[in-house]
């Protein structure tokens, strides 16, 4: 089965939060933040996909979450390359 990190970014006005994750469908688990049926953290707000990358399994994935998560310089240089592509 096929797993995906991601990082979203959130969309609501004068709002400064992203959130990483892993899911093994994409769509739905955006869906889900969307719907204040994700994480703890990302509910009340609307977010946007900006990342993900592919595993083959999901040990995997969660070993490259618990990185991504804590590698806040890799984070911010992709929210700032979204944020420029917008602008």
Not at 17 to 29: A, D, I, M, P, W
Request: charged residues 25%; positive net charge; proline residues 1%.
């Amino acid at each position: 089965m096929t797993y995906y990190v991601y990082l979203i970014k959130c969309t609501s006005p004068g709002v400064k939060k992203s959130y990483v994750g892993y899911t093994n469908n994409l769509q739905l688990r955006l869906k889900k933040h969307n719907n204040n049926k994700g994480a703890k953290t990302t509910k009340g707000y609307k977010w946007l996909l900006i990342y993900s990358k592919e595993f083959n399994n999901k040990s995997s994935a969660m070993s490259y979450e618990y990185q991504f998560k804590k590698n806040y310089y890799l984070r911010n240089k992709i929210l700032k390359q979204n944020s420029n592509e917008k602008n």
